[in-house]
T-cell receptor, first 116, second 113 residues
């Protein structure tokens, strides 16, 4: 099992460019998440998905869009990148535990994005 | 409001010494509690979790944590740290109203040789 994989690992963009980050999981998890991590701010949830075809906004969704067309994939898009989106992006997935509450999250290795 | 506080941004410990990382939370009911570890350049990995039952939970890599309801705390401990424990540690509680986790800001552990 590969677990959670993310592509690319590193990317440099110019302001205004667009890109898509891909996350894939092979654990048949229902839930998938996109976080950004900035120094001193911990993890902040961008968007999440509770199943194929469904997405929801997290704490910091502005400037990002997501899609979950297949259960195993969760895409994060930046339509017009800004320097404030320079960050490390993590994807995670989890299964539903008791009472339908998400259980342990499994993380990918991260994507470092630099927006100039 | 629901929140998680990790009071220490950095902690420096000598190799072989004991460790305690603090986590305090504000939550209306009994939360689900997690500790994750992030090694440099890596994603996060679950160390341990508490859902119910015995308030002292054992995790991987020799870590343990104790849920203290009266103090709203879930502190992480290890009796003797190794240089490989140098990492950032995150406490998380949940679920929130959207069934998501609330994350602490993290504590960076530095190991002195």
């Amino acid at each position: 099992n590969a677990g959670v994989t993310q592509t690319p690992k590193f990317r440099v963009l110019k302001t205004g460019q667009s890109m898509t980050l891909l996350c894939a999981q092979d654990m048949n998890h229902e839930y998938m998440y996109w976080y950004r991590q900035d120094p001193g701010m911990g993890l902040r949830l961008i968007h999440y998905s509770v199943g194929e075809g469904t997405t929801a906004k997290g704490e910091v969704p502005d400037g990002y869009n997501v899609s979950r067309l297949k259960k195993q994939n969760f895409l994060l898009g930046l339509e017009s990148a800004a320097p404030s989106q320079t960050s490390v992006y993590f994807c995670a997935s989890s299964y539903l535990g008791l009472a339908g509450i998400p259980e342990t999250q499994y993380f990918g290795p991260g994507t470092r994005l630099l927006v100039l | 409001a629901q929140s998680v506080t990790q009071p220490d941004i950095h902690i420096t410990v000598s190799e072989g010494a004991s460790l305690e990382l603090r986590c305090n939370y504000s939550y209306g009911a009994t939360p689900y509690l997690f500790w994750y570890v992030q090694s440099p350049g890596q994603g996060l990995q679950l160390l341990l979790k508490y859902f119910s039952g015995d308030t002292l939970v054992q995790g991987i890599k020799g870590f343990e944590a104790e849920f203290k309801r009266s103090q709203s705390s879930f502190n992480l401990r290890k009796p003797s740290v190794h240089w490989s424990d140098a990492a950032e540690y995150f406490c998380a509680v949940g679920p929130d109203s959207n069934y998501q986790l609330i994350w602490g800001a993290g504590t960076k552990l530095i190991i002195k040789p």
